[in-house]
């Protein structure tokens, strides 16, 4: 073999012994992406299986297993609280005032009167228990300047603050009906950025923090159970029906002759149809943000514990009294009873 070929020839080995290199490190690649997706899968797997012994149901109580004809669940929306926002009755021409001791005597007579309301204005009704929805801006937050500067409290302060006065209401309610089954969203003011925003919407938000150490107060109580979901939106059932909690915040207008009907009611449509094409449906969409009570029927809009401010004066907004909602649930026919929850005393505020 003359020198032409043996050099021919070495290069050949040359070329296939980096052929084989590269084939080696394609398939070592291979390997570690595999092994890495093989990770993940046992990680999610694990995480399934841990999901499925702590499921975010609703309780047994609430299902509609041969209930009497009294029975009833009492729903409660609890939402646009505000807490530690600072309203001077000066500026609103002496329509409202609001500050944390204000605040404190409003969300007290918030549960007395659904306690009134429900055993002195409707008798004869065995409650089985009650429905405590959490609608979101619990807090004004600091998301704008002037409220960073007159604010009561920075938002740790109030975070712990008003997770113990929550804690007050859901032990009343217990204590009276026996049994409370919470449920929470966040608002848009409880955020912790300066613009909403889509992804861990609920996990950067003070009001789901605030529900989540509220649930942690009561881990041991098995009269109380929570769902509070990452998400925007819960589902929940009570008595075999659908209801689906949201703030509101994502519809958008209300500023026309129509008010805000219109993007309330496309809003609802929305969520409808998005629920029904994922195989789950609701009978009643309920949400706060817009600071006016209508119960109709599909839907309920929450009322205000706040009431007037600077901000919806000089916007020119209707005034409401401080309010929010209150329903009586029956078994076989969904909605019964309405009425609004009167949480103001100007006498006893002070103003």
């Given amino acids: ?205 003070f009001d789901w923090l605030l529900a989540k150490m509220v649930e942690r107060q009561f881990a041991g109580n098995k009269a109380v159970t929570f769902q509070v979901p990452e998400s925007a939106d819960c589902l929940f059932h009570i008595y075999g029906r659908g209801h689906l909690l949201t703030h509101g915040d994502q519809a958008r207008g209300g500023g026309g002759i129509g008010g805000i009907w219109p993007p309330i009611m496309r809003l609802r449509a929305q969520k409808m149809q998005r629920y029904m094409a994922t195989g789950g449906s609701f009978s009643t969409l309920w949400m706060g943000h817009w600071h006016q009570l209508i119960q109709t029927p599909g839907m309920v809009v929450n009322g205000s514990l706040k009431g007037a401010d600077e901000y919806s004066v000089v916007m020119g907004f209707s005034y409401e009294e401080p309010q929010q909602a209150f329903s009586v649930i029956a078994p076989d026919k969904g909605i019964v009873w309405q009425a609004p929850v009167f949480v103001m005393d100007r006498k006893r505020e002070g103003w």
């Fill in 1 to 205: 073999m003359s020198l032409a070929d043996d050099l021919n020839a070495a290069q050949f080995d040359a070329s296939k012994a980096l052929r084989y290199k590269r084939q080696r490190d394609d398939l070592q690649t291979q390997l570690e992406t595999v092994t890495k997706e093989l990770d993940a899968t046992q990680k999610a797997l694990r995480f399934i299986e841990s999901t499925q012994s702590a499921s975010l149901e609703p309780p047994q109580w609430l299902s509609p297993a041969k209930p009497k004809d009294s029975n009833a669940t009492l729903a409660l929306l609890l939402s646009d609280t505000h807490f530690d926002e600072v309203v001077n009755a000066d500026e609103i021409h002496g329509l409202n005032a609001y500050n944390r001791e204000i605040a404190t005597m409003r969300l007290h007579k918030w549960g007395t009167n659904v306690v009134k309301l429900s055993r002195h204005y409707l008798a004869g009704i065995k409650y089985d228990g009650v429905v405590l929805m959490l609608g979101g801006d619990t807090f004004s937050g600091d998301i704008h300047e002037e409220l960073a500067e007159t604010n009561e409290d920075s938002m740790l302060g109030s975070l712990l603050y008003w997770s113990e006065q929550i804690c007050a209401s859901v032990d009343l309610l217990q204590r009276e009906f026996k049994k409370v089954h919470v449920v929470a969203v966040p608002g848009n003011h409880g955020r912790t950025t300066r613009k909403p925003r889509a992804k861990m919407r609920a996990k950067t938000n």
